[in-house]
């Protein structure tokens, strides 16, 4: 799911190269979101790039490609159409339908909530519906609430972290530094991303080269929870 602000700059960036051809400047895709500052357009370009949607071609200025487009949906409830390659706690989520219900939990298991699909790169606008239930070993809990999300996404690679896993989290609002992460981004996107704190800053890296890591304030970073284990389909 795409936020309000991330759908709207898709399809300004998309109408501006169908109609010239050029990716519009940053100063015109701020005027045209009505933002103050073009780091807003820098987090919206990062996090539609990470979500496939998206690329910077290298070596080149004002160089964007629209991979993908959203289905005609509403801003802030579209579902990616799949075409191209791989949304208070908020991320993208995209809705399913209610599962049947599960069958009797194997032993050493605990059952957990799965919440939605996160970006391995940037936002979730905040996780509220339980969308699954899934079965996980309980070597994998730390103790208090705990929640799984899918993964979408390269940007963890690195981590050991692959598109279309599910992650399991232990909800919390702090982490040792150097942790895996769901980060709330000035109150509007999440992502999952290593955490690194540097004085009275807050860096969240991606294990992936090809991704930069993002520098926050202290003020603009919250903590939902931290990684405890990972669970993939073969």
């Known amino acids: 799911m795409l936020t309000a602000k991330q759908h709207a700059l898709l ?13 519009p400047s940053f100063e015109e895709m701020k005027a045209a ?29 004002r160089a964007l490609e629209v991979l993908r487009l959203p289905d005609t949906a509403a801003p802030g409830t579209a579902r990616a159409v799949a075409t191209g ?11 399913g339908s209610r599962p049947a219900p599960a069958p009797a939990l194997a032993p050493g298991t605990e059952e957990v ?21 899934i079965a996980v070993p309980l070597s994998m809990l730390r103790g ?3 929640f799984a999300l899918e993964v979408q996404g390269d940007s963890m690679i690195e981590a050991g972290i692959h598109d279309g896993d599910t992650v399991i989290i232990q909800r919390c609002d702090d982490a040792p530094n150097g942790d895996i992460v769901v980060a709330l981004v000035e109150d509007e996107e999440a992502t999952l991303k290593r955490i690194r704190k540097r004085g009275g800053s807050i ?10 890591t993002r520098i926050f304030g202290p003020n603009q970073i919250k903590v939902q929870g931290r990684l405890t284990g990972l669970i993939r389909e073969y």
Do not use: C, W
């Not at 706690?89 to 995209?94: C, E, Q």
């Open 11 to 23: 399809m300004f960036i998309h109408e501006r190269l169908t109609d010239t051809g050029v990716s």
């Open 203 to 212: 860096a969240l890296e991606a294990a992936n080269p090809a991704y930069e």
């Open 144 to 146: 208090g609430e705990h």
């Open 85 to 95: 390659p791989g949304a208070g706690f908020r991320p993208s989520v995209i809705e």
């Open 33 to 61: 979101l009505d933002l103050k500052s073009k780091s807003g357009i820098h987090r919206l370009i990062t996090a539609l790039e990470e979500r496939g949607f998206l690329r910077r071609l290298p070596h080149k200025a």
């Open 113 to 133: 909530a799965v919440l939605g699909r996160i970006a391995a790169g940037t936002p979730i606008s905040a996780i509220q519906h339980e969308q699954d239930r």
